[in-house]
């Protein structure tokens, strides 16, 4: 259940998320963005242990390595969903769990929450066992991103940002990516960070001059996903 579920989104049910159960050895950890309507957005590396969820008064499992696991772990707000299966505390029974809600961002009709695993949306809930595309659960160091869809099986593209050394600073890279994973270079999207601002030309790329050292830079357009903030080193 991905996107096209979003029209049920407006029934949706309240959930709690409970203390996250103690992670086990097995379950990896991912990088997670979090990305609301506003542009606001949450960026944290989260363990995808065992979690617990209360919805519709039921107590249901997000089992090891699922992409739902890893969301309550990392708490970005108040979590609601809905269960379009029979969820218990037997984490393969989670598969029909679907996030309607995180903070005051709910789904309407069309639009709503979805998630990608690097470039590409998920074709599984995320509470699915057998992982986000049906073969296997996240690995560690995946990249998750959360983000609200303004048009199920549609989406806007959510932005990567890639960066090259030059003298005296960068070259950064900016595409954009669709629901299928297919890149397009991004123009006039910001480049930010440590108080430098580039824009990107046509082929998505712009040289931005930094002095030697660490800086977090994030690229961000109107109507696309931000993308993740990425650490980059300046000799």
Request: aromatic content about 4%; proline content about 4%.
């Given at each position: 259940m991905r996107a096209r579920a979003l029209i049920l989104g407006g029934l949706?049910?309240?959930?709690?998320?409970?203390?996250?159960?103690?992670?086990?050895?097995?379950?990896?950890?991912?990088?997670?963005?979090?990305?609301?309507?506003?542009?606001?957005?949450v960026q944290r590396t989260?363990?995808?242990?065992?979690?617990?969820?209360?919805?519709?008064?039921?107590?249901?499992?997000?089992?090891?390595?699922?992409?739902?696991?890893?969301?309550v772990r990392s708490r970005p707000g108040q979590l609601r969903l809905r269960d379009f299966g029979a969820c218990s505390m037997r984490p393969r029974d989670s598969a029909g769990l679907l996030v309607t809600g995180?903070?005051?961002?709910?789904?309407?009709?069309?639009?709503?929450w979805v998630y990608k695993v690097g470039r590409r949306a998920a074709t599984a809930g995320a509470g699915d066992m057998g992982g986000p595309f049906g073969d296997g659960r996240l690995?560690?160091?995946?990249?998750?991103?959360?983000?609200?869809?303004?048009?199920?099986?549609?989406?806007?593209?959510?932005?990567?940002?890639?960066?090259?050394?030059?003298?005296?600073?960068?070259?950064a890279t900016v595409r954009g990516y669709d629901d299928a994973g297919d890149g397009v270079p991004i123009e006039d999207a910001t480049v930010s960070g440590s108080a430098v601002t580039g824009l990107t030309s046509a082929d998505g790329r712009v040289q931005m001059v930094l002095p030697p050292g660490t800086h977090r830079l994030v690229a961000r357009k109107d109507g696309l996903v931000r993308s993740f903030t990425e650490r980059v080193e300046v000799p």
């Open positions: 949706a049910v309240m959930a709690v998320a409970s203390p996250p159960a103690t992670a086990t050895a097995a379950a990896p950890r991912i990088k997670q963005l979090v990305v609301f309507r506003s542009g606001e957005a989260t363990g995808t242990g065992q979690a617990t969820v209360t919805v519709a008064g039921r107590r249901c499992a997000a089992g090891d390595g699922t992409a739902l696991a890893a969301l995180i903070r005051s961002d709910r789904n309407r009709g069309q639009r709503g690995r560690a160091g995946q990249r998750v991103t959360w983000f609200y869809c303004v048009r199920a099986a549609n989406c806007q593209r959510t932005l990567e940002l890639r960066t090259t050394p030059m003298a005296g600073g960068i070259v």
